[in-house]
C-alpha cells in the first residue's frame, strides 16, 4: 500500500477525495500492521526476523509520508529530517547488534510509531476548511511527535541495567 499512499499525496493533493483515499490506505495499513503484532504475540508467533522485518515497514510507509508530506508543505522539511535521522539511525544500530542480540521495540517506541501516525494523519487529512486551528494543532503534534521521537530514540542507546 505505500507507493499507492504516496502517489496519492502527490498526484491527488489538491482533491478532497484523493487525500482522503490516501489517509484510509494509511491507516489501513497501519492498522494492519498492528493487528499482526497482536495476532504474533497472542499466538506466540514472534520471531527474530519479524522483529527486524516489522519496524522496518513502519519506517517504510512513515517515511515516506514524511518525505511527501514535506514537498507538499504540510510537514516542515527541518520535522521530517528529525525524525528520519532518527529512524534511519536506530534501525542501523538494530541491524549492526542483531547478530549479539535483537533489540524489540519498546513501549514507548511503539507510543511513538502511534504518535507519529497520528500526525501523519492529521498532516495529510484534508481538512483544510478547519484552519487555522486544524494547522496549529497539526504543528503542535509534529513538534511533541519529533520531541518523543528523539527521546525514545535515545532509550534504546542508554545501557540495560
Request: hydrophobic fraction near 60%; avoid cysteine; glycine fraction near 8%.
Amino acid at each position: 500500500m505505500v507507493p499507492l499512499v504516496l502517489f496519492l499525496i502527490l498526484d491527488q493533493w489538491d482533491s478532497f477525495w484523493g487525500r482522503f483515499s490516501a489517509l484510509v490506505l494509511l491507516v489501513l495499513a497501519a492498522s494492519t500492521d498492528g493487528i499482526d503484532g497482536a495476532i504474533a504475540r497472542r499466538r506466540n508467533l514472534i520471531t527474530n526476523l519479524g522483529k527486524i522485518l516489522d519496524p522496518i515497514a513502519d519506517k517504510a510507509l512513515l517515511s515516506g509520508a514524511l518525505v511527501v508530506l514535506s514537498i507538499q508543505d504540510a510537514v516542515p522539511w527541518w520535522a521530517t529530517i528529525a525524525i528520519l535521522v532518527r529512524e534511519f539511525g536506530i534501525t542501523v544500530y538494530r541491524l549492526v547488534v542483531a547478530k549479539k542480540r535483537v533489540i524489540a521495540a519498546s513501549g514507548g517506541g511503539k507510543f511513538k510509531t502511534v504518535m507519529q501516525i497520528i500526525a501523519v494523519s492529521m498532516a495529510l487529512a484534508p481538512f483544510d476548511w478547519f484552519q487555522p486551528f486544524w494547522g496549529i494543532l497539526t504543528q503542535a503534534l509534529i513538534v511533541f511527535t519529533v520531541g518523543l521521537t528523539w527521546w525514545t530514540g535515545l532509550a534504546y542507546l542508554r545501557p540495560a541495567k
